[in-house]
């Protein structure tokens, strides 16, 4: 997403990321890896990190 932002000529002024639930490649046979993700937790980081961004 970044690439294509900065593509579209956007700044980026922050990144966020977290574990998301995962069944490519290998883990798709084992069920899948991360499950429940992203969580309330997740969330609710991901809002705080939107406000406390300075633009």
Do not use: H, Q, W, Y
Request: positive net charge.
């Amino acid at each position: 997403m970044k690439k294509k932002l900065k593509e579209k000529g956007f700044d980026i002024v922050g990144e966020f990321s977290c574990r998301g639930f995962d069944t490519a490649g290998p883990f798709k046979f084992m069920g899948g890896i991360s499950k429940g993700r992203p969580n309330e937790r997740d969330l609710e980081n991901a809002r705080r990190f939107v406000r406390n961004l300075r633009i």
